[in-house]
């Protein structure tokens, strides 16, 4: 054990008297952390819309005015010409095109349905779908009020009865533990995984190929020290950083954008632990098998890419394809990722986090055993 103590203070030392390693340690993943959670969002507000109103009706400046005060869209232009609007489109200046026919006010009073169309740009791909959702709940609430209104039903309080013959279905919606659905409440955990692995795994990659470009390996080759108490005490250090580097990024998570904390820290300081092993084995691993640092950064990021692509981060792992669901499993990254919301957004105890809490802890060992293998297979 001392042995290992030793060794892994050599590591602190030579990180501690590094400024550069010590910023890229500590600072940039906080500076990261601030500007990726606002960057990385799923609200679309201010969409740049292009007006074309053919009824220019008291109702029709009413839904006009509903989609200028709602915050998600801002009306660059307004005419009465569908060319000009197209051409806007295409230029990228407006990104939805509402358009309102002749008879939109007649129609709305008259049956309380009125039609209008929205001309979305789909190249902006999910975007567009987000865009089109808020816009047809702006639309279908203005109508419901109208009709209310023309029968002269209070809004406020009651809940306006159908017109005969148009049976509705009355949906009440219940948003279970982002009430507010604040996008960075989702984000901002899955962002803090995603920059300790990356941090994490790079320095350790990076670790044993420095050792042989400098000659050190062969010296700590003839030591006593044995395989597996080397990958422990370069392991060690970084394994404590990461720590540090979760914890610093929980509080601003907190101070900066209000995530809240409702389960047990204690508990995900544990799968964090767990986490870490797996994350450094698998940067050591890397590092075992290339002979320079340069080649050690190019497969970590290549390596990381397919991580944070298959974790659930940024993508649903539901809306993946099934074969690719199967492959995530081997994902160390998307495990945490799950547990980490499940703590911080649901509350969720030990027996809710068990089976990523398992597949975490067994690929730990695997990864671990395999950095000291093929540690022992290159060195020996």
């Known amino acids: 054990m001392r042995r290992i103590l030793f060794l892994a203070w050599a590591e602190v030392l030579h990180v501690v008297r590094d400024r550069a390693t010590l910023a890229q340690v500590l600072v940039m993943p906080i500076l990261q952390l601030l500007i990726l959670s606002n960057a990385a969002t799923f609200q679309v507000s201010n969409t740049p819309t292009y007006i074309v109103d053919f009824d220019r009706s008291s109702l029709s400046r009413g839904l006009v005015t509903r989609f200028r005060a709602s915050g998600h869209f801002r009306v660059e232009e307004q005419s009465e010409s569908p060319e000009l609007a197209n051409e806007s489109l295409l230029r990228g200046d407006a990104t939805m095109v ?130 597996g108490q080397f990958i422990a005490a370069k392991l060690l250090p970084f394994w404590g950083l990461g720590m540090i580097n979760l914890a610093i990024g929980l509080v601003v998570a907190a101070v900066v954008f209000g995530v809240p904390m409702r389960g047990s820290l204690v508990l995900l300081f544990g799968a964090a632990a767990v986490y870490l092993v797996a994350a450094l084995a698998i940067g050591l691993f890397i590092s075992s098998l290339v002979d320079t640092q340069q080649q050690a950064m190019f497969v970590t990021f290549f390596v990381m890419n397919v991580y944070l692509l298959m974790s659930g981060l940024f993508t649903p792992i539901d809306s993946m394809a099934p074969w690719v669901r199967v492959v995530s499993e081997l994902n160390p990254v998307r495990h945490f990722v799950t547990i980490s919301r499940a703590i911080l957004i649901k509350g969720a105890g030990p027996a809710d986090i068990a089976r990523p809490f398992l597949t975490l802890t067994a690929f730990g060992v695997v990864t671990l055993a395999l950095a000291i293998r093929q540690y022992t297979k290159r060195a020996a």
């Not at 779908?129 to 808020?134: D, R």
């Not at 109208?146 to 279905?169: L, W």
């Not at 984000?187 to 350790?204: K, Y």
């Open 98 to 227: 509402l358009t309102i026919p002749h008879d939109f006010e007649s129609s709305l009073v008259r049956t309380g349905v009125a039609p209008i169309q929205l001309s979305v740009n789909a190249e902006k791909g999910s975007t567009a779908g987000i865009v089109q959702a808020y816009a047809s709940s702006i639309a279908a609430g203005y109508a419901s009020e109208i009709e209310a209104s023309v029968r002269g039903t209070d809004t406020s309080g009651q809940e306006p009865a159908p017109r005969r013959g148009a049976p509705r279905i009355d949906v009440r919606l219940s948003s279970w533990y982002n009430a507010g659905l604040n996008y960075q409440h989702y984000m901002v955990p899955g962002i803090l995984v995603a920059l300790v692995t990356l941090i994490g795994t790079l320095l350790s990659a990076q670790n044993i190929a420095r050792e042989k470009e400098l000659g050190t390996l062969e010296q700590l080759n003839v030591t006593p020290m044995t395989r």
